[in-house]
């Protein structure tokens, strides 16, 4: 039998795992998903995830694909795979796709949520999917510095080391596109608050380095004027602190069917 190209839609609660990328001594997504595809296959899998999220990073809408000979329909897979993965992932769809389709090289764009929850306190069971920013933000000043982010920049400012190869010359380097950028209310809680990003990609940290930036600017530290700079400059040396791993989910993953 010709070997199969099988898509999953994955979610996961990234707390207790090192990232997605399979590592020889620590819990990774890609590596729990492997071990029980092998289980169910009885053969070695691997797994191409649309990205790396990293270590506490979430997902809501993961894509990932393997080839397989195996003749366990789609949705054996779906059952089976939930039935040996631990609660903290779950498979949300599963379906056979073209022998050519590849997760991460095909993708188009990703879509980024980082929460925040302004109140008082922080209630223990927020703790682990949001950053705890209490006392008022300056939302206008946000909203400003959120519309420079818009269109194509080399974004090497918000960008982490270690996002690319060193020394690479060919490819777009540091340039991205963002094509929507904002700061919204959650329905609900007035002391919940979401950034979100949709690019056609992102560096490593990019949106949390973003995320650490304008909260900068929304607590009266820098202006909309002084965060184009910043943009401008290339110079991470010059944006704000990485905000924290916990409150990031990977809310969708964009392909060529799919609209922005």
């Known amino acids: 039998m010709n070997p199969r190209n099988i898509r999953l839609l994955i979610a996961y609660d990234g707390t207790g ?12 997504i890609q590596g729990s998903l492997e071990d029980r595809l092998a289980t169910m296959t009885g053969a070695a899998v691997t797994l191409h995830g649309a990205g790396r999220t990293d270590a506490g990073v979430h997902a809501l809408g993961m894509v990932a694909n393997f080839n397989t000979s195996s003749t366990i329909a789609a949705q054996g897979f779906l059952r089976g795979l939930n039935s040996l993965l631990p609660p903290d992932i779950r498979i949300l769809a599963v379906n056979d796709v073209k022998t050519t389709f590849h997760s991460r090289f095909d993708a188009t764009g990703k879509t980024y949520r980082y929460d925040i929850l302004t109140g008082r306190l922080l209630m223990p069971t927020d703790r682990l999917y949001a950053l705890h920013v209490p006392g008022p933000l300056d939302i206008d000043r946000i909203n400003a510095c959120l519309r420079h982010l818009a269109g194509s920049h080399d974004f090497s400012s918000f960008e982490a080391s270690g996002s690319r190869e060193p020394g690479r010359t060919s490819g777009r380097g540091a340039v991205r596109t963002i094509y929507r950028a904002e700061f919204f209310r959650c329905p609900g809680r007035d002391d919940a608050w979401s950034f979100r990003f949709t690019g056609d990609g992102f560096l490593r940290h990019m949106v949390r380095n973003f995320v650490g930036t304008l909260l900068e600017a929304g607590a009266g530290k820098m202006t909309p004027e002084e965060f184009l700079a910043i943009l401008r400059s290339r110079d991470r040396c010059r944006a704000g602190p990485t905000a924290p791993a916990r409150a990031l989910f990977l809310e969708q993953v964009f392909y060529k069917e799919d609209a922005f």
Do not use: F, L
């Not at 795992?17 to 990774?28: F, K």
């Open 17 to 28: 795992y090192s990232g997605w990328q399979r590592q020889n001594d620590t819990a990774t």
